[in-house]
């Protein structure tokens, strides 16, 4: 049974820092990029940050400098560490692993992140 599991949201000020993290189960990680997502209200989900299964991170030119992704294989986890935080990045951020030979597709249930000015 697969499980994605988000922690580590809330409500921060501006310039805070808050630590997602993302833990695992149900499904080989050490095969998936991973990564976060956010969805601002009425908007479709967009990639935030993902990290490919050999280490390698991409980030959306948004959030360069102010956050880092990062992934442990033997845990099955991935970590969001945010800085600078700003009201824009206000979201609900979710966890996500994709299969990148079978496509799979696999989510969490979202976390919100608050950033009041």
């Known amino acids: 049974q697969v499980q994605i599991v988000e922690s580590g949201g809330g409500l921060v000020q501006s310039g805070g820092s808050l630590r997602l993290s993302c833990i695992t189960s149900g499904f080989t990680f050490s095969w998936y990029v991973v990564g976060w997502y956010r969805q601002f209200p009425g908007e479709e989900r967009e990639l935030v940050a993902d990290i490919r299964r050999d280490g390698t991170p991409n980030y959306v030119d948004s959030v360069k400098g102010r956050f880092t992704i990062s992934r442990d294989n033997d845990k099955n986890t991935v970590t969001l560490q945010m800085n600078s935080l700003e009201p824009d990045d206000t979201a609900v951020y979710y966890c996500?692993?994709?299969?990148?030979?079978?496509?799979?597709?696999?989510w969490g249930q979202g976390t919100q992140v608050t950033v009041s000015s």
């Open positions: 996500n692993a994709k299969n990148p030979t079978s496509r799979r597709d696999l």
